[in-house]
Nanobody
């Protein structure tokens, strides 16, 4: 059974940091790209970042460039999203998702598996 389990969300003040984790099981981690998405209340789900676990290449959406860092630990089948300089507009439920291959095609409709999400709230 495929599982993606997010953890690390919570409440933080603006300017603070959080590190999200995505623990994967049930598929060959090294053959998949892992992406992070977020969905704020009343808004569509949007992409945040992606890592191709096969070669470590990464991709970031403009809204988080320079503040967030994605990484993966293939030995632990886990991906991470380090979020620094958090802003109130980063408040959302954060989801990790996996797709076979690389981040070359990245978007909510391109992913094969999804986690259930972890909430992040940034207070001003």
């Amino acid at each position: 059974e495929v599982q993606l389990v997010e953890s690390g969300g919570g409440l933080v003040q603006a300017g603070g940091s959080l590190r999200l984790s995505c623990a994967a099981s049930g598929f060959t981690f090294d053959d998949y790209a892992i992406g992070w998405f977020r969905q704020a209340p009343g808004k569509q789900r949007e992409g945040v970042s992606c890592v191709s676990t096969s070669d470590g290449s990464t991709y970031y959406f403009d809204s988080v460039k320079g503040r967030f860092t994605i990484s993966s630990d293939n030995a632990k089948n886990t991906a991470y999203l380090q979020m620094n300089s958090l802003k109130p507009e980063d408040t959302a439920v954060y989801y990790c998702a996996a797709r076979a291959g690389s981040c070359s095609t990245f978007g909510p409709y391109a992913m094969d598996y999804w986690g259930k999400g972890t909430p992040v709230t940034v207070s001003s």
